[in-house]
């Protein structure tokens, strides 16, 4: 399996703290089955993507793993104005190994309606655009439509894996489910950034795919689609995405779904790690 979402390198962002953090996480990933990993730091308000820092440790750990998992370079790319000029700029800038596939993320705010101009944008700078996690955006949750648009203008979805099964809650659950029913989900990855609260496991959900959708849909998004992302390649052939022209092509209960009486692993955190971690 290729995960094309991982906060591995160290130090650079809410990821791995320490060079130790990042072989755990590592030796976490290739146990799940894991053996490729596109590192993908965060460029955002917060953490700013310091590319010689980036570049010297994602040397240092390509060489501590050789012969135990690949490693190939990204960025996990906030959409704010700052971003966006640079990357249309120096395209193809911050993309997976510099080959055109770039992930770019959302607040977790309000998405306004101008973000399809920024989207715009990049893809006329050459970028094929992969959104990452829609699943988990409360604006997406309330309104799914949201997803049919940016697959209807060429964008890609990223899901976390571990969203299928409840781990980040009902509502994000649900809808990766509809999403994974309609097939517009194009890659599962794990966003991992702690072996214990955030781990790098995409195995289950492989084989949950594989039981509800069938093998090859698994090896689509586990494997094939990410391995296009890697190589830059030409984006393959994909099974027809369906209710992509319905005016409300997605409908989730949020009453009910927020009255389940339970709640994700990833809520049951601290305060600060909820805070801090992402």
């Given at each position: ?19 130790e953090?990042s ?7 290739a ?8 590192c ?19 040397a ?8 135990k998992i ?16 640079d ?14 596939y ?16 920024s989207?715009f944008?990049l893809?006329?700078a050459?970028?094929?655009?992969v ?20 697959l209807r ?25 509809e ?11 794990t966003?991992a ?6 781990p ?18 698994a ?7 990410p ?19 319905k ?9 009910r ?22």
């Amino acid at each position: 399996m290729i995960d094309i979402h991982h906060h591995l390198i160290y130090g650079v962002d809410d990821g791995a703290r320490d060079l130790e953090s990042s072989l755990t996480l590592a030796d976490e990933a290739a146990r799940d089955g894991i053996t490729h990993i596109v590192c993908t730091p965060h460029a955002n308000d917060e953490y700013s993507y310091p590319k010689q820092i980036i570049d010297e440790r994602f040397a240092e750990l390509r060489e501590r793993l050789r012969g135990k998992i690949e490693l190939s370079l990204g960025c996990d790319f906030h959409l704010s104005a700052e971003n966006i000029f640079d990357a249309v700029a120096h395209a193809p800038k911050y993309s997976v190994n510099g080959k055109g596939y770039l992930l770019v993320e959302f607040s977790n705010g309000i998405i306004p309606p101008q973000i399809s101009d920024s989207l715009f944008n990049l893809q006329s700078a050459g970028y094929t655009l992969v959104v990452t996690h829609p699943e988990r955006y409360p604006a997406v949750q309330q309104n799914p439509g949201l997803v049919a648009e940016w697959l209807r203008r060429g964008c890609l979805m990223q899901v976390t894996a571990n969203a299928l099964y409840g781990r980040f809650g009902p509502v994000a659950e649900a809808l990766s489910n509809e999403m994974l029913k309609r097939n517009w989900i194009h890659f599962l990855a794990t966003d991992a950034h702690h072996v214990d609260w955030r781990p790098p496991h995409m195995r289950h959900a492989c084989e949950y795919v594989a039981q509800k959708q069938g093998e090859e849909t698994a090896r689509r998004l586990c494997v094939t689609n990410p391995q296009a992302v890697v190589d830059g390649a030409r984006w393959p052939a994909q099974p027809e995405m369906l209710d992509l022209e319905k005016k409300d092509p997605v409908r989730l209960d949020l009453a009910r779904l927020s009255r389940k009486n339970r709640r994700a692993p990833e809520e049951k955190k601290g305060f600060f790690a909820r805070l801090f971690g992402r």
